[in-house]
């Protein structure tokens, strides 16, 4: 059976690795800031064509940045939240 090339229903929902819970694609579609989020075309890649889908959505340069984004790594990725929410405090 041939996956679909458009996102599944609302009700349609899958566990986040990032989250650790079920989401749907919409809000994987503007997690980041309203754009993707950069695990989008892993994560749903199972349930529908994905690639093909933003690859209509996005822009060339969207898609580009989406792609060939570089992923920190996860400890990296915590320090800047921490260090964010310390600035925020003093500024408080």
């Not at 041939?2 to 503007?30: A, M, W």
């Not at 093909?52 to 060939?68: A, G």
């Amino acid at each position: 059976m041939s996956r679909p090339s458009t996102p599944p229903e609302q009700s349609v929902q899958i566990r986040c690795p990032r989250l650790g819970h079920e989401i749907n694609f919409d809000y994987c579609r503007q997690e980041n800031m309203g754009r993707p989020c950069f695990k989008i075309l892993h994560c749903w890649y199972p349930y529908f064509r994905v690639e093909e889908y933003l690859r209509q959505e996005l822009t060339e340069q969207e898609f580009s940045d989406l792609i060939d984004k570089p992923v920190k790594p996860k400890v990296l990725s915590l320090m800047q939240a921490i260090q964010d929410v310390q600035k925020r405090e003093k500024k408080d």
